[in-house]
C-alpha cells in the first residue's frame, strides 16, 4: 500500500513539475515576443530619426530629384503614423522602397558619394535597415515558435487554460524580401 | 582556389531547410555547460596526479597536490572573474566603440539583434592578418575581438558573417568551455614546464623516490600533451556547429564561406596568437595546421570543408 502511495506522489510530483516548467517557458517566449517587438520599434525609430538628417545633406546635390526625396519623406509620415501590426508593415516596406530607390539615384552623383557625411550617414541607414531587417526575423522566429507551443500537445493544454495567445508575423510584401543594398563605392 | 570553387553536386538534392526554432540555436548551451564541469573535473584529476608524482619525486607528494591545487585554483579564480579582459590583454586588443569603429561596431550590434543575445564588448587587434575570436564566461561578460587586417580585407557581408560565427560561440557557451580549457591547459603544461627544467638543471632532486621520479618526468611530458588533446577535440565539432548557427543569424551562407577563404588563405602571420590561445580564433592563426590537415592535432576541421558545407547550405536557401 505504501508502496504505490509513493508512487502515486512521485508521479504527481512530476506532473507538476512538468507543468510548471512548461508554463514558464510560455512566459518566457512571450516575453521575447514583446521584447523582439520593442526591439523592431526602436530600429524604425532610429530610422525616421536619420532620413530628415540624409535628405537635409543630399538635397542640394540631388536637386532634379526632388520628386524622390518627397516620396522618401512622405513614405517616413505614413509609416510613423501606422499603428496595425499588418499596416505598419506594409508602410514601413513602402519607406524601405522609397529609400533604395533614392540611393540607387544617388550612384548618379558623384559629389554625394564623396561627401564625408553622406558616407557616415549611408553606413548607419544601412545599419539600421539591417537592424530592422533581423529584429524582424529574431520577433517572426520567436512569433512562430510561441505560436507553435499553443497549437502543439501537450502545451496547447497549458497556453490555453492560462490565456496565452498565438501573435502576430510581421510580414511584409514578397517584393522588399530583399535587404536594401546601399552601395556607394 | 579550387579547393574553395562552388561544389554543388548535380543529383544530391538537399531536403529543405526545417523551420527554425529559436531555442534550437542554442541547443549545445547544457551540454558546453556540463562539459565545462567535466573538463574541470578531468584536469583536476591530471593536476593531482601530476602535483603527486612531482611531489612524490621530491619526497612530498602531498605538498605537490596541494601547490598544484593552489595554482590551478587560481588560476581559475581569475579566468572567472577576470578572463575575458585578460585574454584581450595578452591578445593586444584594444576596446573601441560606435565613434570609433562604426562599421564594426554597427554589424556587433545587427547580430546581437539576430542572435537575441547581450551586446559584446568590441575590440581591436592590430594586426595585418584577418582573424577573430570570442571570449567571456557567460554572454553577459563576453567580448569579441578582431584584426585590423579582418576589416580592410572583408567586405560588410564578410565581416557579419564572422561577427555570427562569434555570436554563436557566445550563445553556445563555447567561449566558456575553451576558456577553461586554455586556462587548465595552461596550467598543466607549465608545472610540467617548470619541473622538466628545474629537474633537468639541478641534475634531480635528491632524497625523493627514483621510481616517482620517473613517474613524474613521465607525466610531466604526458599531461600538457593529453590536456592539449582533450581541448583541441572538442573545439573541432564547435567550429562546424558555430558555422551553421552563424547562418541561421545571418540567413547568408556565402558571407561566412567567402570571409573564411579569405581568411585561411591570407598568407600574414597573426602576431598576437599562440598555442594557448589558438583554439578560439575563427581560423586556427597557427597555420600549418589549418588548411588541410584533419588530424587530431587540429583545432579545426580543414577550412575547404567549412566553406563546402556552407555552400550546401546556400544551396537550399
Not at chain 1, 505598419?88 to 533614392?102: D, F, I, N, V, Y
Not at chain 1, 526575423?137 to 490555453?160: G, H, R, W
Not at chain 2, 567535466?38 to 611531489?55: D, E, V
Request: hydrophobic content about 45%; charged content about 20%.
Amino acid at each position: 500500500m505504501a508502496t504505490s502511495g509513493f508512487i502515486f506522489l512521485g508521479v504527481l510530483v512530476a506532473i507538476i513539475l512538468f507543468v510548471v516548467a512548461m508554463y514558464n517557458s510560455l512566459v518566457r517566449l512571450r516575453q521575447q515576443v514583446k521584447n523582439a517587438w520593442s526591439q523592431i520599434d526602436v530600429q524604425l525609430k532610429r530610422r525616421y530619426d536619420l532620413i530628415p538628417n540624409l535628405v537635409e545633406v543630399v538635397k542640394d546635390y540631388m536637386s532634379y530629384e526632388q520628386e524622390t526625396l518627397q516620396k522618401v519623406i512622405q513614405a517616413r509620415g505614413e509609416a510613423m503614423k501606422a499603428t496595425k501590426v499588418s499596416d505598419r508593415a506594409q508602410k514601413e516596406g513602402m519607406l524601405t522602397e522609397a529609400l533604395k530607390s533614392l540611393f540607387a539615384l544617388s550612384e548618379n552623383y558623384p559629389d554625394l558619394k564623396a561627401n564625408q557625411n553622406v558616407m557616415k550617414l549611408q553606413e548607419e541607414l544601412t545599419s539600421t535597415e539591417n537592424k530592422i531587417a533581423f529584429s524582424r526575423q529574431f520577433y517572426n522566429d520567436s512569433v512562430m515558435e510561441l505560436n507553435t507551443k499553443c497549437e502543439m500537445f501537450p502545451s496547447n493544454i497549458i497556453a490555453s487554460t492560462f490565456g496565452f495567445k498565438q501573435e502576430e508575423f510581421f510580414s511584409i510584401p514578397e517584393v522588399e524580401r530583399e535587404p536594401v543594398k546601399v552601395n556607394l563605392r | 582556389m579550387a579547393a574553395f570553387g562552388k561544389e554543388r553536386s548535380a543529383g544530391a538534392s538537399p531536403a529543405p531547410a526545417p523551420p527554425v526554432e529559436r531555442s534550437s540555436f542554442y541547443r549545445e548551451k547544457d551540454k558546453n555547460i556540463r562539459n565545462s564541469y567535466l573538463i574541470l573535473f578531468i584536469m583536476a584529476a591530471i593536476l593531482a596526479l601530476l602535483g603527486a608524482a612531482i611531489g612524490g619525486a621530491y619526497g612530498a607528494p602531498d605538498i605537490g597536490v596541494g601547490v598544484a591545487f593552489t595554482i590551478a585554483l587560481f588560476l581559475g579564480w581569475w579566468s572567472w572573474a577576470r578572463g575575458a579582459s585578460t585574454i584581450m590583454w595578452m591578445s593586444g586588443a584594444t576596446q573601441v566603440d560606435h565613434n570609433k569603429e562604426p562599421m564594426l561596431y554597427n554589424v556587433v550590434e545587427e547580430m546581437k539583434i539576430a542572435s537575441g543575445l547581450p551586446m559584446p564588448e568590441v575590440y581591436v587587434m592590430e594586426s595585418a592578418a584577418p582573424n577573430a575570436f570570442a571570449t567571456g564566461r557567460d554572454p553577459e561578460r563576453s567580448a569579441v575581438a578582431v584584426t585590423r587586417g579582418l576589416l580592410n580585407k572583408l567586405d560588410r557581408d564578410e565581416l557579419q558573417g564572422v561577427i555570427a560565427h562569434e555570436m554563436a560561440h557566445i550563445g553556445n557557451y563555447d567561449i566558456r568551455y575553451a576558456m577553461l580549457a586554455a586556462v587548465l591547459a595552461g596550467a598543466i603544461a607549465m608545472i610540467s614546464d617548470a619541473f622538466l627544467r628545474g629537474g633537468g638543471r639541478r641534475r634531480g632532486p635528491r632524497g625523493g623516490n627514483p621510481i616517482l621520479l620517473l613517474l613524474a618526468i613521465l607525466l610531466a611530458v604526458l599531461a600538457p600533451f593529453s590536456a592539449y588533446l582533450l581541448q583541441m577535440a572538442v573545439s573541432r565539432k564547435r567550429e562546424l556547429l558555430a558555422d551553421a548557427t552563424a547562418v541561421q543569424f545571418t540567413r547568408n551562407p556565402e558571407g561566412l564561406a567567402s570571409a573564411l577563404a579569405k581568411i585561411a588563405l591570407d598568407p600574414e602571420p597573426l602576431e598576437g596568437a599562440n598555442r594557448a590561445t589558438q583554439h578560439m580564433y575563427i581560423i586556427n592563426p597557427v597555420k600549418s595546421f589549418s588548411m588541410s590537415s584533419a588530424a587530431m592535432f587540429a583545432t579545426h576541421p580543414p577550412t575547404a570543408a567549412r566553406i563546402n558545407a556552407l555552400r550546401k547550405m546556400g544551396a537550399q536557401v
